[in-house]
């Protein structure tokens, strides 16, 4: 029986060595070509799964899991497997009757792979055992019972189980496209979601609504996004941590469960940590340092009454209302210009950051009407235009009735904070404090 190989191997050498190399039959013997793969079914020792190619792109990032549509394809193993495919070639190919498929490992292949065909029709191919003489495996096209050599590269891509070509990030959505995080937790659960016309991220538990840290927000997102997992299926106890759920602003879905590993193998200070993707399908992730697992509410409440750092602020623009006074601060590449005049930039810098600095631990709360306690109207709005994922707020400042204090609050805050006339002298001081004594601000 092995002589017999022996001589169709020789046999298929010796064919190949009278085709020059070039020549056309090659193309012509060539098994597929990607452009023309609609779709990929995988059926292996690890499982099935199936690739689907979407109708309006052409190339390797525009296939995707049919049975897992929330699972993103790493790009680069993708375009590996098409140039796999388009490599086999039946040019040398011969046949056996079918009671010697066995001899080739084609009568219980090792896989099956189904190629769907822009035209409509399909190719089934049949991978079976390792050729020791050609270095290469068997492989047979059913629709001509075509026997072939398969090189060990293309025979390991299509043997790949599913998660192989599923990309390693968890979370494949770009930080600002998400609209929406829900973290569910033992203890307790609440969402952060993000308003189209506000500009702003908003905390919610139960029926309370208030205003999110976007720093905290942009800092968890960069943490799910940096997970990536490797394709382990660990046994996993039902105790759960964490739940994330993430939807992007079209809609889009992505999950991840926190859990713990049986007999006590894991730990918050382990070397790993488990999680369950999407359709419960348990991976670890390697990143025992993400600090993700802890999150709680307290985490996403802003510390300060303005996120955004000094360097980012462009444009602030303070408006006083009896009496009337609008200076407008812009900053050029010479420094702050108020109402186009050159500013003394360190105490402009200072009048900024002591609005930066007003902390959100003094929150007003009164039995009284708050009519009673302040007017209608502010008497100072401070409008901000920063580089920063804050993008353009407002602050509004309101002097007490007994005018022991002031109360403040931004257009994205329900609550009133307390800030003491000190502070009030520095946020917003006298206009001959910002200019430069030798300017002359009546000047044109």
Request: charged content about 25%; some cysteine; overall charge neutral.
């Amino acid at each position: 029986m092995n002589l017999k190989k022996v001589f169709l191997f020789l046999l298929a050498v010796l064919m190949q060595a009278c085709v020059p190399d070039g020549d056309v039959k090659s193309n012509i013997d060539r098994v597929i070509a990607q452009k023309e793969i609609s779709y990929i079914k995988f059926i292996n020792k690890s499982g099935k799964f199936i690739l689907k190619r979407s109708k309006k792109i052409k190339a390797s990032e525009a296939f995707n899991f049919e049975d897992h549509p929330n699972w993103a394809v790493d790009k680069d193993r993708i375009t590996n497997l098409l140039n796999s495919l388009e490599l086999l070639s039946v040019k040398n190919s011969f046949t056996v009757k079918t009671e010697k498929l066995a001899e080739f490992g084609l009568a219980d292949p090792q896989a099956t792979i189904k190629l769907g065909l822009a035209s409509g029709a399909d190719l089934t191919i049949l991978l079976g055992s390792y050729s020791e003489y050609a270095r290469k495996y068997y492989a047979m096209l059913t629709s001509k019972e075509e026997i072939f050599l398969v090189p060990e590269e293309a025979y390991v891509s299509l043997t790949r189980p599913a998660l192989y070509y599923r990309s390693k990030k968890l979370f494949p959505l770009a930080a600002t496209t998400v609209c929406l995080v829900k973290v569910e937790g033992p203890d307790s659960s609440f969402s952060l979601e993000y308003g189209q016309k506000s500009k702003s991220w908003i905390l919610k538990q139960g029926l309370a609504e208030r205003p999110a840290s976007s720093r905290a927000v942009a800092k968890l997102l960069e943490e799910l996004k940096n997970i990536e997992f490797s394709g382990d299926q660990p046994n996993y106890s039902g105790q759960f941590l964490n739940t994330f759920t993430i939807e992007d602003c079209q809609g889009e879905k992505r999950s991840l469960r926190f859990s713990s590993l049986k007999n006590n193998v894991f730990d918050l200070e382990g070397s790993k940590i488990v999680a369950l993707a999407d359709n419960n399908w348990p991976v670890f992730i390697n990143r025992p340092e993400l600090p993700t697992i802890h999150h709680k509410v307290e985490d996403f409440l802003p510390q300060r009454l303005v996120e955004v750092n000094l360097d980012q602020v462009q444009k602030v623009t303070y408006t006083q209302h009896d009496p009337l006074d609008i200076r407008i601060i812009e900053f050029s590449t010479n420094g702050w210009l108020i109402n186009g005049h050159k500013a003394d930039r360190a105490f402009v810098d200072q009048s900024i950051q002591s609005l930066i600095d007003v902390k959100t631990e003094q929150i007003f709360s009164s039995d009284k009407d708050l009519a009673n306690i302040i007017d209608k109207d502010p008497f100072l709005d401070i409008e901000l235009k920063t580089a920063s994922p804050a993008g353009r707020l407002i602050v509004s400042i309101w002097m007490r009735k007994d005018k022991e204090a002031y109360l403040i609050k931004t257009d994205r805050m329900a609550q009133f904070l307390k800030i003491d006339k000190a502070d009030i002298k520095k946020i917003f001081p006298a206009l001959e404090v910002l200019l430069p004594s030798e300017n002359n601000f009546g000047a044109s």
